[in-house]
Structures are given as structure tokens and as C-alpha cells.
């Protein structure tokens, strides 16, 4: 009776086993399907984001003239929007550490819809700032999200994926202009342009709820290479703060700067200045797909070094060949392909120094939001103010700066690299 008993158990315990392995074989087999669905939706998530944050440049003139307001005001768009962007990248990265990621996304992406359908018929001034605002959160939480998810889902493989997120960035924002230019010659008007938008990245928000959320990475609070220094922190957001403003700014303005420069004695047509920015923003989205190879073989701080040297030489070609339409295409060009990889490659850079959690992203993000918010409001007031060269001016005062902060950052995480490289030998021998 006790060896029957003893059979009777061995053999519920090996059915157990084997439910439980054909259980994890089945979890194992779902989880690669899993992480593309995820992809997926990162990666249509900032074809949103591109979409949404590259259509305030071609719209500009005519949210203007919907709330009776001058260019110099209508810099106060951006500002409302990059406030916005600010707010929800602090407080979007401390709800990721908190909420399952892929359902704040989702409420982010809805607030973008509803914001995109009230832009184009909101004809008081401060109403619409408080649209613009609410558009700006929404964008500020979701480009936290998407960076903060992919590097807690692949974490030192992130680099050429880092890469391929922001050139989806690069195909909205590529794209955005097109369909403002198409809405203008088609007699649409912006607000067609707007609700295309709307519809074309409402569908997203249903995906994105539907699937799981990665966890966030376990930091352990008594080792020291584990917290992420304030020092650090501070000098990776100000090169986000310079980087972003230049992007931005030269994104957002470079529509009405060709307006305004006379080329053979008078400025661009709107709907060529239109495919101007579209170019601009296509230069850095093909650059992105360049780049991804490029992040899987090279150091960071070289591709940076690379990329900010490249955004200084064509803004020189445009500062020295000014009134000429080829140098300012070729220099529009030149700078997109330069930019192409400088976002994404940051964030590595940092990955590699400091362990990377939701209110660490939001952190570097702020620093995003405010150079987003800050220098395109100055370049409006320097436009009308000293005109439009005084724009090509501070770019090349901006990225000079920034320049010097990454190279400031080289020289302040030399040592701190070279401490953890036997930690990291030590950890691949291990494996």
C-alpha cells in the first residue's frame, strides 16, 4: 500500500512537471510574439508622436490668423506646447515606475486626438494655448514612455532599436508636412490637416491597451554604480535642452524663414517652404535608418561627436551662402542627416553610465521640453526683432554649447567606464 501511495505521488508530481513545462514552453513561445506586438506599438506610437509634433511649424501662419495674433505671439504656441511637453515628461516618468506603461500611453495618445480636433477651430488666443498645452502633455508623457519601455525591454541591445524608434519619429514628422501641404493646396485649409492627423493615430490607443507592460529593471540601493548621479543627470538633460531647442526650433521656424529671406528677390511659396521642412525632417528620418548599423558598431560618443561637428557645417553653408535656395536646401539637408542620430545615441550613451528608470527618463526629458519651449519663443522674438538670419545665429551659438557639454560629459564619466569595465568582464565570464 505505501509503494502504491509512493507511485501515486511520483506520478502526480512528473503531471505536474509536465504541465508546467509545456506551460513555460508555450510563455517561452509567446514571448517573442509578444515583444514584436510591443515593437510595434513603440514604433507606431512615435510615427504619432512625429505626426503631431511636426505639424505646428506649417500650421503656424494660419493658427495665427484664426486668433488674430502676430508671428512674435504665435511663438508663445510653442512655448504652451513644450510647457506642456515639460510637465508630462516629469510626471509621465515617475507614472511609468508606478502604472503599467502601455495603458498611460494609451490615455496619452486619446488626449492627442481630442487636442488635434479643437487646434484648427479654436479662435481665441489663450484657449488655444490651453489646447496647445494639453497637446504637449500628452506628447511629453508618451515620448517618456516609448524611450523608458524599450530600454527596460532590451537594455544593453538597445542601441540599434533606440535608432529604429526615433526613425519611425522621423517618418511622422517627415510625413506631417506633406499632409499640411497637401490640406493648403487642396483647398482643406488646416483644419483637414489637423483631423487627418487625428484619425490616421486614434486607432493606435486601442492597440497599445491591449497588450502587457515590460516591468521596470531592479535598481539595488546599496551599490553605488547603481544610482544614477546627479551630475550626470543635469549634463545629459542640458545636452537634450540644446540638442531639442535646435531641432525644434529649426523644425518649427524654417517654414516662415523661407518665406521671409528674399531668394531671387522674393521668398519660397508656402507650399515649397512646406516641402522645405518635409525635406529637413526626411534628411533625418532616412539618416536614422542609416544610423541603426551604424549604433551596433560604433561607440556613441564618437557617432555623437560625428553628428554635432556635421549640424555646424550646414548651418555655416547657410549662414555664409545666404539668398541662395540650394544652399539653404542643401543646408536643411545636411543638418536633418547630422541630427539623425543624436537623440537616440544620447540616450545609449547614458544607458551605458547610469541605470535608466522612469523618473530618470522624465528627468532627461525635461531638459527636452525646456529647450523644445525656450529657443523656438526666442527665435521668434529674434525674428521679428533682428530678422531671420539672427535664427541661423543662435543655432550655431546653441549647438556650440553643446558641443562643449558633451564633451564635458566624455571627460566626467572617463573614469567612471573604466571602473565598471572589469565589473562588466567579470559579468560576460560569468554568463
Known sequence: MANTATDKTS???NSRDKISIEINTEGEKDQPQTQRRQLFGYYAAYVALGLVGASLGPTLPGLAENTGVGLGEAGLFFTSRSLGYTLGSLYGGRAYDR???HTLMAGTITMMVIALGLAPVT?????????LFAMGVGEGTLDVGGNTLLLWQYRQRVGPYMNALHFFFGAGSFLSPIIVAQALELGGGIRWAYWVLALAIAPLALWLARLPSPG????????PDSRARPLLIFLVAAFFFLYVGTEAGFGGWVFTYAKAVPFNGAGLESAT????TSAFWGALTLGRLLSIPLAARLRPSVLLLVDLVGCLLSLGAILIWQGATLALWAGAIGLGASMASIFPTMLSFAERRMPISGRTTGLFFVGVGSGAMSVPWLVGQLFEASGPLAMIYLFLGVLTLDLVVLLVL???TQRRVSRQSPKSLQSSVSD
Do not use: E
Open 123 to 131: 479662435a481665441v488666443f489663450w484657449i488655444l494655448l490651453v489646447v
Open 216 to 223: 521596470a529593471p531592479t535598481i539595488r540601493k546599496d551599490d
Open 11 to 13: 506520478q502526480n508530481k
Open 410 to 412: 566624455l571627460f566626467t
Open 273 to 276: 517652404a512646406a516641402y522645405l
Open 99 to 101: 502604472l503599467p506603461g
